[in-house]
């Protein structure tokens, strides 16, 4: 069954950003979007949680756990029903430093409470030890009490999954989870995930710009190249050639590769290349 399809999207400032994308992804896969920076991969995930609306178009649409997100660049009207099961880690955290650990995991439940509950800020018992759980499990229960803005960047992204955790949302979208952390917390952030993913056996959608962490932690790959998608596959068919083809001079940068060879391999820009999907189960 898929848990999301994305057909036709389109998406247009003062030029285009993104060309016809369409992919289904199947519930409790695991995921990484990648490509050069400019190629789309945030102003996608944006579209998945109905953040921004895709271009008009009347073959477009985006469905999220068999709900209509959007079609034909028009919100669905329950989307923020949608929502409340899409759980979103962002790179900036987005986290209220002023408040404590605790209370910015509750806020994870927010939209499954009464409104009125949520604007005074009052959560039951229950509620409470079921964030204290989420932080536990992320390793940072014994900070609950503390203002979030006296965390690490790693601990604060922990956080973050804790809150999704919190949400007990089915999809998790997170849009460079790890772009400003240490390698250290980095491997941490993406083990959580990869977690989630197998053990609670969520849908996990995550972009990066660090290739060997895509190929390391996600079984497929979606690379987009100038908004257009670029590929579709299993992460060992995402070879070294095509990350140069993806990335071209800066390539050499997004891999780590020995071979004095590599130079070799530096070509210039070429058709996207799409992988059937066949080969991805």
């Known amino acids: 069954m898929s848990a999301i399809s994305v057909s036709n999207i389109s998406k247009s400032y003062i030029s285009k950003v993104l060309d016809d994308v369409s992919f289904e992804v199947k519930e409790g896969e695991m995921l990484a979007l990648i490509g050069p920076s400019g190629s789309g991969k945030s102003t996608l995930m944006r ?28 919100l ?15 790179q900036q955290f987005n ?47 014994e900070h ?27 999809i998790i979208f997170a849009d460079e989870p790890i772009a400003s952390l240490d390698p250290k917390s980095a491997r941490v952030v993406m083990e959580m995930l990869q977690e989630i993913n197998q053990i609670d056996g969520k849908t996990v959608i995550v972009t990066l710009h660090q290739v060997d962490v895509a190929r ?12 257009k998608l670029f590929f579709d596959g299993p992460r060992d068919q995402l070879t070294d050639e095509l990350m140069f083809s993806l990335y071209e001079e800066d390539a050499k940068e997004m891999l780590t590769i020995d071979d004095p060879a590599v130079e070799s391999l530096v070509k210039p820009a070429v058709e996207p290349i799409v992988r059937p999907m066949a080969a991805a189960s």
């Open 47 to 74: 579209h998945l949680s109905g953040l921004i609306k895709s271009d008009k178009s009347p073959f477009s649409h985006i469905r999220v756990l068999n709900h209509e997100v959007q079609k034909n660049g028009v």
């Open 144 to 170: 609950a009490e503390k203002k979030a803005a006296h965390l690490s960047g790693g601990q604060q992204q922990r956080v973050a999954i804790a809150r999704a955790l919190m949400q007990q949302a089915d």
């Open 95 to 141: 986290l209220v430093n002023r408040l404590t650990v605790l209370t910015n995991v509750l806020i994870g439940c927010l939209g499954t409470i009464p409104a009125w509950r949520g604007y005074i800020g009052y959560f039951t018992a229950e509620e409470k030890r079921r964030a204290l759980d989420a932080l536990e499990r992320v390793g940072l229960k």
């Open 216 to 227: 390391q932690y996600c079984p497929r790959v979606i690379a987009l190249r100038d908004g």
């Open 76 to 90: 669905a009207k329950n989307i923020r029903q949608t929502r409340s099961k899409i759980g979103c880690i962002f």
